[in-house]
């Protein structure tokens, strides 16, 4: 499977543990986005890098929102001390960098109890 | 601020009919970009159809057109001789400079699509 992936499909933690999403991207694409969907809603655009280099982070949620890209191949989404409303489909994406869409994998859905 | 609004919560169709759904955007930005996705039960987003500000002619990809209406500020989908597949939530998504991958998409709320027998 060629496609953007990522592991776990589904989280359940309880409130105050740290959770760390992985995504591996479609290989030749240099960059990646991370978001956030909750219920009802569009998907809200969190952070993304450009090979291992972040270059929009100001709207990660919070500071216990943290992000990396070590190698510029997968990527990491940590949540620290996880909150009943970080409830949400953590969706990542990966794009050319010079394409026009970027492609998504299936999420994973983060339920905080 | 840029923003995008999907007015239909929810649209109901018959296989085989054509179905419109709307969308129009907002942005202060002349060049900007256009995206559909679609979203089925299992939560990965399908990239469908792109349109930029400056093409001509409307985006068409198999059975996905857009019909886009600039002085509207309208980027409508539609969709021809629905399936039963095609059931689940559009997205609208707008991005402000199409020849730059790494800005970031703002998508609306989605229509939810049910295609009946």
Known sequence: DTGVSQNPRHKITKRGQNVTFRCDPISEHNRLYWYRQTLGQGPEFLTYFQNEAQLEKSRLLSDRFSAERPKG??????IQR????DSAMYLCASSLLA?????FGQ???LTVV | AQKITQTQPGMFVQEKEAVTLDCTYDTSDPS??????????SGEM????????????????????LNFQKARKSANLVIS??????SAMYFCAMRETPNQAGTALIFGKGTTLSVSS
């Open chain 1, 107 to 109: 999420g994973t859905r």
């Open chain 2, 46 to 65: 399908i990239f469908l159809i792109y349109q930029g500000s400056y093409d001509q002619q409307n985006a068409t990809e198999g059975r996905y057109s």
């Open chain 2, 81 to 86: 001789a629905s399936q039963l597949g095609d």
């Open chain 1, 73 to 78: 191949s997968f990527s990491t989404l940590e």
């Open chain 1, 99 to 103: 394409g026009r869409g970027a492609f």
């Open chain 2, 32 to 41: 900007y970009g256009l995206f559909w996705y679609k979203q089925p039960s």
């Open chain 1, 82 to 85: 996880t909150e009943q409303g």
